[in-house]
């Protein structure tokens, strides 16, 4: 039998690119403040009964996700059909955010230090899709079942449970800090694109005038939806720091089968309006320290690099900043011009440009032939290939895990569609 899951209601969260979709993505949650493998290892190990219930669960759904996914929305819809218009048209994309963030909640189950601010991240930016209070027990009620019938050889009362007490404990976490936002931001902000600028066949840089003051910090990033693809939310990092005319600039990538992508390079013009979620990201600079920045970014991934740089001069502190631009090929290097006016106006600023074209020099090769960097504080923005590799060569490098940031690689592999 279906467990009834309830939840006390509350103003406030989200839900149409879908429910328990991560931010970023998708984002696995951010790492505590920074990237690398915190205590979560240790955690797991010294899991609690009811923490190891539920797990197992996800390992027995785990080599089923697919199955496991369609029959979930397949009962959310059937039963509940007033939910539908909450998501995309296309769910593709939308199952495997299910599951990953499922599978990214268990996982820090016993970190309260890493789950809470995932799961409010979670519920202050599912406001934007119109997600009610009680929308939450509707779908627990459907993903108790497709637990239950895909994990069929672990199930017992037991993990039923364990299954209830953890949903309901998730989503009234959601909910709550829906509630908050709800009292202090709007759900979302109108914006008018103002500049369209194309940089390349591929890339365009895209400018806009929200209708009401949009508070970030550089480094962050937000979600965006075009009037072409409804419930379509795409993760986007602001280009610049904050400015005091207002406006948000953001550099977009056209990927295969990018739909958002592909309208805000080739459809775009200025005059239309889109939709921008709440800001969210960690990759921020610490302005108590005066810590040299180390700065790696590849691709579009250059954009919260620029921001961060930025934010450094504004803040008129004369602490060395070093960044590592990488690109496939000189062409890729589409802000380059950019970013050396900067270091010609900063003598701080140090940028070097590097380019893997026929493997000539990748960007972790290169930040091994400077340095010493372990008194740094490291930025990364990029392809999650990227961002791995140069994790790996900072920590060979002897920089310390905690000083290192980036936004979570499978929320950076989903940004650009």
């Known amino acids: 039998m279906d467990a009834p899951i309830t939840t006390s209601a509350a103003p406030g969260p989200e839900g149409a690119d879908g ?43 785990g080599p089923v996700a697919d199955g496991f996914t369609s029959y979930f929305y397949a009962l959310l819809f059937v039963r509940h059909p007033e939910l539908r ?117 591929d890339i365009a840089v895209v400018t806009v005038r929200p209708e009401q003051p949009y508070p970030f910090l550089a480094g962050q990033y ?67 320290t005066d810590s040299g920045l180390l700065c790696l970014g590849g691709g579009t991934g250059i954009a919260p690099i620029k921001a961060l740089v930025e934010d450094v001069a504004q803040h008129g502190k004369r602490r060395p900043v070093e960044v590592f631009y990488g690109a496939r090929t000189d062409q890729d290097l589409y802000d380059i011009d950019t970013m050396l006016r900067l270091q010609r106006s900063h003598p701080w600023l140090a940028v070097r440009p590097v380019i893997d074209q026929w493997a000539r020099r990748r960007l972790p090769d290169a930040v091994r032939e400077y340095g010493p960097w372990n008194e740094y504080d490291a930025y990364l923005s990029g392809p999650p290939g990227m961002i791995r590799n140069g994790v790996d060569a900072l920590r060979d490098l002897g920089v310390p895990v905690d ?3 980036h936004d979570v690689v499978e929320d950076q592999a989903a940004a650009a569609h």
């Open 403 to 405: 000083r290192i940031r």
């Open 85 to 201: 218009p909450l998501f995309p048209a296309a769910m593709d994309a939308q199952r495997d955010r299910l599951l990953r963030a499922l599978l990214t909640a268990v996982e820090h189950i016993d970190d309260k230090l890493v789950l809470v601010p995932y799961l409010k991240n979670l519920g202050r930016g599912h406001r934007k899709y119109g997600t009610r209070p009680e929308h939450y027990p509707a779908v627990g009620e459907c993903l108790i079942a497709a637990l239950s019938r895909y994990a069929a050889a672990t199930w017992d009362a037991r993990t039923e449970a364990a299954w209830v007490r953890t949903y309901t404990t998730i989503s009234q976490v959601m909910i709550d800090a829906a509630a908050e936002d709800e009292l202090k931001a709007p759900a979302w902000w109108l914006s008018e694109i103002v500049a369209h600028e194309p940089r390349t066949a």
């Open 222 to 288: 937000t979600t965006l939806e075009t009037p072409w693809w409804p419930r379509i939310w795409r993760h986007y990092s602001f280009a610049a720091a904050p400015r005091p005319d207002g406006l948000l600039s953001f550099h977009v990538k056209a990927v295969a089968a990018g739909w958002v992508s592909h309208a805000l390079v080739h459809r775009a013009r200025p005059g239309d309006v889109v939709r921008l979620g709440p800001p969210a990201g960690s990759m921020t600079v610490d302005h108590s």
């Open 19 to 61: 429910w328990f979709t991560p931010h970023i993505g998708s984002r696995t949650p951010p790492p505590r403040p920074t990237a690398g493998p915190g205590p979560a290892a240790s955690v797991r190990e010294n899991a609690s009964p009811e923490a190891l219930l539920v797990r197992r669960t996800m390992d027995e759904v």
